[in-house]
């Protein structure tokens, strides 16, 4: 793979708020991270707790209602609307759940234009995405449409279109979630080869729990903030992640278990051997 | 371009079903802006190829084919005698109603001097009249109806030898047949008199000028050839206008189609629009995209409209040849324009819509 890009990601306090008044839903409650380079992050958290609005504001998507996002020295929250699209093309990588190729395009077509909207020629887009195509093992795919390719084929087009302008950071929103098992570990494989070769930030939103197993660092997202993850638990009756100190608790052969409500609890007491198997694991 | 083309092109039959909606506009408009050109080439084809560069009616009369002139008589002598005058064709019209095959055809009869001119300016077949009481018929008249050289045509019982067919001569309304001065004045029972006169200035004298010292001649209207032809073309807008309504309805078709292909194939992209706008794709990018689809469609219906154009123009001509849709270049270009302007007003929405994109739908599922 190509040349190594340091790079650090700094957010502080940073907030979203959508709407005002008494309408207004705050998405993201003073959020700060760093991500060094070379590093893997991955954000989890239930649906609807401000992960996509985090990732947008991060990938320069989403003005910040408050806080301060800095890549590479640049203050990207205080940057005009114009320059935006530049920062993206040039600083960020991004890989989808549902991939988003072009669907008229070819896979090498649909690589090189990202190239091409940044400056380069088309016969050099082409070669560029050759090259990281023909690298990531897709060589004999070139020139197949979207529709003819496989989950996995498609991801890592998406993957190569992410990393063709050489970004510092790569936002990747659920790359797993619309692959079978193999091609998902493959991707998992693929994205910590980029993070660790190339010395590139990688910053993962997904509900999958395997990606922990690439992840340098975990972060739980809940309510817009960031929870400590030894706090939390897992519901054995719905399974839903809870915070320790907020939720119903029970005691059952010598353990404690945590409950989003009452239901779940007196669902659980009646029958604690039935959720035998699906203990209350703590996150740690 | 090659990413607009690739997205028009990802789906032929729709694209082929596009381009021939266009296409057809295209042809339509095409059409009528040509058929407009042949009526407006046809009601100003005498005048335009007559003699001269002054034309003189009775007072009061501002039409050489709408209205009824009768100069006063000695005229032309007058005429003549005014300094800076070099020649004076008088002629003398009148519309007439022809049995031919026990159909009724209306024509409009020129008497002309043969001597002086302002007869035919083109004869495909035989001679111009030198006996008394011969015609020459307009060739597509002939043609429609069976006359050929040396047949015999009537006029409220009086025949008519005709002797020659001219060209270019052909109306959708009433073709032109040209006979003697002479026969026309017995025929109207008018000795002498004339409904226009044609005056040429002797060389170094400006048209306007001598309009100018004819001026005061009395019972008589002066014009420049250029204006009476101009009169002329307003006393026809009635049959113009509904050519030119047609012509914008099939413009607004033609955009219309062009207009929802282009959204919808903005719509149905919308997805992708955004993906490139977060990739990092600016709007004016964007914006070239929709419009180079939008040109691209525009382009080829556009000619191909044109191709088409030409070919209905010809199946009129072989079906009904007295009407004329002439297909100049100015005609083209201005379809052309057309086609292109269509582009540009059916681009505008997708654009808008692209604009209004938000780049964080990107993530939405």
Not at chain 1, 32 to 49: A, K, N, Q, R, T
Not at chain 2, 7 to 35: E, Q
Not at chain 2, 218 to 228: A, F, M, Q, R
């Amino acid at each position: 793979m190509r040349t190594e890009r340091a790079a650090t990601l700094r957010v502080q306090n940073l907030s979203k708020r959508y709407g005002s008044g008494e309408t207004a839903v705050q998405a993201v409650k003073g959020v700060s991270l760093e991500v060094s380079p070379g590093e893997i992050v991955l954000i989890m958290g239930p649906s609807g707790s401000g992960k996509t609005t985090l990732l947008s504001m991060l990938g320069a998507l989403l003005r910040p209602t408050e806080g301060r996002i800095e890549l590479d020295g640049l203050v990207l929250s205080e940057l005009s609307e114009g320059r935006l699209p530049d920062i993206r093309l040039r600083h960020f990588g991004f890989v989808f759940q549902d991939f988003n190729l072009l669907s008229a395009l070819s896979a090498l077509d649909n690589v090189a234009i990202v190239a091409e909207l940044a400056g380069l020629g088309r016969k050099a887009a082409r070669a560029r995405a050759r090259a990281l195509l023909e690298e990531l093992g897709l060589g004999a795919r070139l020139h197949f449409l979207p529709e003819q390719l496989s989950g996995g084929e498609k991801q890592r087009v998406a993957i190569a279109r992410a990393l063709v302008n050489e970004p510092a950071l790569l936002l990747a929103d659920e790359p797993t979630a619309n692959l079978d098992s193999h091609h998902g570990h493959e991707t998992m494989r693929l994205l910590r080869r980029i993070a660790k070769e190339q010395g590139k930030s990688v910053l993962i939103v997904s509900h999958d729990a395997r990606i922990q197993d690439i992840a340098d660092r975990v972060l739980w997202l809940e309510d817009g903030e960031f929870k400590e993850m030894r706090s939390l638990a897992t519901d054995p009756v719905c399974g839903m992640t809870v915070e320790r100190e907020k939720a119903v608790s029970a005691q059952w052969e010598g353990k404690s278990y945590y409950f989003c409500c009452r239901g779940c609890r007196e669902e659980f007491l009646a029958g604690p051997q039935r959720f035998g198997k699906a203990t209350a694991r703590e996150r740690e | 371009m090659y990413v607009a083309l690739h997205n028009l092109l990802h789906d032929r039959l729709r694209f082929a079903l596009n381009v021939l909606g266009v296409a057809l506009a295209v042809m339509l408009v095409l059409f009528l802006l040509g058929l407009e050109q042949g009526l407006r080439l046809q009601v100003t084809a005498y005048l335009r190829q007559a003699p001269g560069s002054i034309a003189v009616t009775q007072a009061g009369v501002d039409s050489f084919g709408g209205g009824s002139s009768l100069l006063p008589p000695g005229l032309e002598e007058d005429l003549r005698q005014v300094p800076g005058v070099a020649k004076v064709v008088p002629v003398l019209t009148q519309t007439a109603i022809f049995d031919l095959h026990d159909k009724k055809i209306f024509a409009f009869l020129i008497g002309y001097d043969p001597a002086l001119g302002g007869g035919p300016w083109r004869i495909g077949e035989g001679r111009e009249p030198r006996e008394r009481g011969e015609v020459v018929f307009d060739r597509v008249l002939a043609r429609l109806h069976g006359v050929r050289v040396g047949d015999t045509v009537e006029v409220q019982g009086q025949k008519f030898p005709v002797v020659g067919l001219s060209e270019g001569t052909a109306s959708w309304m009433t073709a032109l047949v040209f006979v003697r001065k002479a026969d026309l004045e017995s025929y109207l029972l008018t000795p002498g008199l004339s409904s226009l006169a044609l005056v040429t200035p002797a060389p170094g004298v400006a048209p306007e000028a001598l309009r100018a010292r004819l001026k005061g001649l009395p019972g008589v209207e002066v014009w420049l050839k250029s204006e009476l032809i101009e009169s002329d073309l307003r006393l026809y807008q009635a049959f113009f206008k509904p050519v030119r309504l047609m012509s914008l309805i099939a413009f607004l078709v033609g955009t219309l189609v062009v207009g929802l292909v282009i959204y919808s194939a903005t719509v149905e992209r919308q997805r992708e629009y955004g993906v490139l706008k977060a990739l990092g794709a600016r709007n004016a990018r964007l914006y070239g995209l929709v419009l180079a689809q939008a040109l691209a469609v525009a382009a080829l219906g556009s000619l191909s409209g044109i191709l088409l154009g030409f070919a209905a123009a010809r199946l009129v001509l072989a079906l009904r040849p007295q009407i004329l849709v002439a297909l100049e270049p100015g005609v083209v270009g201005l379809t052309l324009l057309t086609g292109l302007f269509m582009a540009l007003l059916a681009a505008w929405l997708p654009a808008r819509l692209v604009a209004g994109l938000a780049p964080a739908e990107v993530f939405r599922r």
